[in-house]
């Protein structure tokens, strides 16, 4: 015990250094991983944001394009009532990372216009560094950001919460909810409430979508009863209402820029299409479908968050965004164009070559909206189809949060 008492009082003799120091905690794994990416990126932690806002007719517009608009009073009924005493504000963000709708309390409110996070604001994670909108929207999952696990230095006065908000039809990401505040007037359970409100969200998308389908649907009751053959009638997205005379397809993909007359429809092939209402009546030409010849396949894997393939030949062009499972599993199949085997794609992916089942079915939902070009046993790409395809300037960037064996093998061959 003296020893001890001693040792103490050396350390706290003026002048005297202490004889030891307790090490600064390293960061949370999910916060090192993003200062990892945002430092690679080049983001500068003297970032400001004022001069790259939106101008107010840009926002105007994006706020009357997005799918989020639909959601806003659920987001303000769920985060605000309890803005002004809790001392936080409420953001609404696209899939750009854009600040589009942004309320709440007014001090904090202020503190945000004083470091530029006004409406068109970039919070997207390779422009602001890691924040509680790009890096939820980099993750797919809700993420909290304390004080000084911002990167940028102008955001570690504020305590944020975001969780991404997902299209319930088919998981494409439509944009984040974040809620900011003073660090003592948040905590970890936060972090829960956001996602929950994020999660009523989604489930309002989903009721206004069934809704608007069982609406097309009495419309088009009457019209398929009279028709022969195989016909469908689907939204102007493609998501079916009523089919007849074929097994109905949840989706069907139709022509990029959709218009009357004749089309190629990778599920049915040779079709017309016309306007019915809020969607389309779309009707196979011939019964076994057809290929036009002279297709191509364009897989665009050049960004670093959204991913797509197009489809073009004789009967015009057709686009799908890709999940990243999907742009994994089909920029596999176009480098070997050979083809492999499910349990080659499931060590490719996984690491694990058991893991067919997953595989399989992936492919599955693949094979959707590219059938007529994807072969099986093994899975390739058919003959006769150009398949292109687009990559990032720098090789690291390919699929960049992609944990895919082959994918990682291939960024680190390339760097």
């Known amino acids: 015990m003296k020893a001890a008492q001693n040792v103490a009082g050396e350390a706290a003799r003026p002048g005297r ?109 390779s422009v602001a560094g890691t924040n509680g909108v790009g890096t939820p929207a980099v993750l797919r999952r809700p993420v909290q950001v304390f004080a000084a696990e911002h990167y940028v230095r102008s955001l570690t006065g504020l305590t944020c919460a975001g969780a991404p908000i997902t299209d319930p039809r088919d998981g494409t990401l439509l944009g984040v909810v974040d809620v900011s505040g003073p660090q003592e007037t948040l905590h970890p359970a936060t972090l829960a409430w956001v996602e929950s409100v994020a999660k009523l969200a989604e489930a309002r998308l989903r009721e206004t979508h069934l809704g608007s389908l069982q609406r097309l649907r009495a419309v088009a009751a009457p019209v398929l009863a009279r028709l022969g053959g195989r016909a469908a009638v689907v939204d102007r997205d493609g998501w079916t209402a009523a089919v007849t005379g074929m097994p109905y397809l949840q989706r069907i993909t139709l022509p990029k820029s959709p218009s009357a007359g004749a089309c190629w429809v990778p599920s049915l092939g040779a079709c017309a299409l016309e306007p019915l209402d809020e969607g389309w009546l779309v009707r196979a030409v011939e019964p076994g479908g057809c290929r036009s010849g002279g297709e191509r396949i364009a897989l665009d894997l050049a960004g670093r968050r959204r991913w797509s393939v197009t489809v073009s030949g004789g009967a015009g062009a057709w686009s799908q965004e890709l999940s990243p499972r999907h742009a994994e599993l089909l920029y596999l199949l176009a480098v070997r164009r050979e083809g492999r085997s499910a349990a080659e794609l499931a060590g490719e992916v996984f690491g694990d070559p058991a893991r067919t089942v997953t595989v399989r079915a992936e492919m599955s939902r693949i094979r959707r909206y590219l059938g007529e070009f994807l072969e099986h046993r093994p899975y390739r790409f058919r003959d006769g189809v150009e398949v292109a395809v687009a990559l990032p300037g720098e090789p690291g960037d390919l699929l960049p949060h992609s944990i895919a064996t082959a994918v990682r093998l291939a960024r680190d061959s390339a760097s």
């Open 17 to 125: 250094a202490p004889v030891s120091r307790r090490p600064r905690p390293a960061p949370r794994k999910v916060i090192a991983q993003s200062w990892t990416r945002v430092k690679r990126d080049g983001v500068d932690p003297e970032h400001e944001f004022g001069p790259g806002l939106l101008a107010p007719e840009e926002v105007r517009r994006r706020r009357a394009d997005s799918p989020l608009r639909e959601v806003v009073p659920v987001l303000r009924a769920g985060l605000l009532p309890a803005a002004d005493e809790a001392r936080h504000i409420m953001i609404v963000a696209d899939v750009e990372g854009r600040v589009l709708w942004r309320e709440g309390s007014s001090p904090v409110l202020r503190r945000a216009d004083e470091v530029g996070l006004g409406l068109g604001a970039d919070l997207s994670e």
